[in-house]
């Protein structure tokens, strides 16, 4: 028996069907970032017992680790950390070298001039705001401290220009006080290990001064920096070649071929 073809819907009523709605795509890797920043902020600081082996070695690798900004006396190391905010040392370098053949006291800075302090410096960023300052703290050392700069964590955050990590470095670098000066690189290094975790600087200078033992306070920081400028990169750390990776907590861990 054949079987009569059933009977086409207009054409009309075809495309009055309505079409599958699709799904909206979850996008995976936001979820993965998610999840991994949630299984970050779980991490805990490495053990005091591992803390002290990070700085062994550190110290066995470089045992008088040095701040890489030139300067000839406290006075001109105080003028090169107020230049390197937001510059890199190289860049403050390459423009003090020639101003601190001329320029190495208060006095000699006023009498070169806020316009002139400007041509030497001009190539770092935020040279104008930076010049103001080092002529108007120059004349704060002058009237307040007979020229000479204050082996004092109060009156150096006083002076025009000067925060809580400059006077961390000239009392560290100048006077020898263990202090930790915390910038970009110790500050993420910090957190990635973890050493000691926070949210800004301050949380984590306190953290790291609990925890780093006294006869690595001297050079704890300049070891930090060091290590967070040349292998704990922020965008490619070089754990492959990392002579702490047995402690450091961070994954996942970055190869040579990658
Ligand atoms: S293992 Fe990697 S992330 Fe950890 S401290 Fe070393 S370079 Fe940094």
New binding site residues.
């Given amino acids: 028996m054949t079987r009569k073809p059933l009977p086409r819907k207009p054409a009309s009523s075809r495309r009055a069907e309505p079409k599958p709605v699709k799904k909206p795509v979850v996008k995976k890797a936001t979820t993965k970032n998610t999840a991994a920043k949630k299984s970050r902020a779980r991490i805990k600081p490495i053990e005091s017992a591992s803390v002290e082996e990070v700085f062994r070695r550190f110290h066995k690798i470089e045992p008088e680790p040095k701040g890489e900004l030139e300067h000839v006396n406290a006075y001109t190391l105080l003028v090169a950390v107020v230049l390197s905010a937001q510059a890199t040392d190289a860049g403050v370098n390459k423009a003090t070298r020639a101003l601190f053949k001329r320029v190495d006291t208060p006095k000699k800075m006023i009498a070169l001039g806020e316009e002139k302090l400007r041509d030497y410096i001009k190539t770092i960023g935020l040279f104008r705001t930076k010049a103001k300052n080092v002529i108007a703290l120059s004349e704060v050392l002058i009237h307040d401290y007979k020229g000479e700069v204050p082996d004092d964590r109060d009156a150096l955050q006083k002076l025009p220009g000067v925060g809580r990590k400059t006077a961390n470095v000239v009392l560290n670098m100048a006077f020898g006080h263990p202090t930790m000066a915390v910038d970009t690189h110790v500050f993420r290094?910090s957190n990635?290990?973890p050493l000691a975790l926070g949210k800004t600087p301050e949380q984590v200078e306190a953290g790291l001064e609990k925890i780093i033992p006294a006869a690595f306070g001297m050079h704890a920081h300049h070891w930090l920096i060091l290590?967070g400028r040349y292998?704990?990169r922020a965008r490619k750390?070089?754990?492959w070649r990392?002579p702490?990776?047995d402690f450091?907590r961070?994954e996942p861990?970055?190869q040579p071929n990658e």
Avoid: D, G
Wanted: aromatic share 6%; net charge positive; hydrophobic share 40%.
């Fill in positions: 290094v990635r290990i290590h292998l704990c750390p070089e754990c990392c702490i990776a450091c961070f861990k970055s």
